[in-house]
């Protein structure tokens, strides 16, 4: 069960091995692009391609929807970056239920865990798998492994390193769960020591320039590509996607921007940061350069 890329490397994994999918679940198909065209998500895609079975329901809690699972008889469900699966459905399967979340389980429990781990300016993540109960990414601990964050990560690339960690983590623990006989080892969570990474909205994402310059870097890139930090000048929005710490102490009021030579600094409360790539509403995603080119005096007072 699944939706978007992040799914499909588990899906296509486990796939490719000896284990049988009976069927692959997904949201149903919704507009999408400027035209606003119906497309499937990229699990049904994969799904299509690869001649899976594949259910749509609209409401998990819908009879019939865990009549259909019941149906299949299967031995385990394998969630992944998919909606909150009711009890009725979950119980189903003989070995339960697991869930793969993008974090080390029990920090981040929430929506938001790749990028929140990046704006709190987190050195290392990871990968949990997990069986489903109740409440939210509180299931036991099944397996988990680690993944270094750089210091030139931003979401869109720490997703893609744990999109493929996820998936061979997913197939060891369903190959460990089989062996086990659906009785792996299992560990607790100590909900002591758990961290909210609650869903990122659009008020969330813009950026506040009386923080240090650390936190400014780590914020934008935390929201890099998606959904994106902004600022808000001359009535447009503006996002900006890639920055580079300066550290000569910040000159005059916090949020201050200077173009110099082609390129342009703005003051945060403790010192500057370059800003490297960013996104005039309604233009492209560009260079500092290349937006200073198309918008001569754009940043002029």
Known sequence: ??????????????????????????????????????????VKKFSLENNLAILQPE??????????IKSLNPDLIVVVAFRILPKEVYTIPSYGSINLHASLLPKYRGAAPINRAIINGEKETGVTTFFLRDKVDTGNIIMQNYCEISEEDDAGSLHDKLMELGALTVY????????????????????????????????????????????????????SPNPGAYVV????????????????????????????????????????????????????????????RGSKGFFDN
């Open 1 to 42: 069960m699944g939706t978007p890329e992040f799914a499909v490397a588990s899906l296509r994994i486990l796939f490719k091995s000896k284990h049988k999918i009976s069927a692959v679940v997904t949201v149903p198909d919704k507009p999408k692009g400027r035209g606003l065209k119906v497309a499937p998500s990229p």
């Open 59 to 68: 409401k998990l809690k819908d009879e019939k929807f865990a009549g259909e």
């Open 172 to 223: 060891s623990t369903v190959n460990l769960i089989e062996q086990s006989g659906g009785n792996p080892p299992v560990q607790n969570q100590d909900d002591t020591q758990a961290t909210p990474a609650p869903k990122i909205f659009k008020n969330d994402c813009k950026i506040n320039w009386n923080k240090p310059a650390e936190k400014v870097y780590n914020f934008i890139r935390g929201l």
């Open 233 to 292: 000048y001359k009535d447009k929005m503006i996002k900006i996607y890639k920055s580079k710490k300066i550290n000569e102490v910040s000159g005059g009021k916090h949020g201050a921007l200077n173009v110099i030579d082609d390129k342009i600094f703005v003051s945060c409360s403790d010192a500057m940061i370059e800003v490297l790539e960013l996104q005039l509403e309604g233009k492209k995603r560009m260079s500092a350069a290349e937006f200073l």
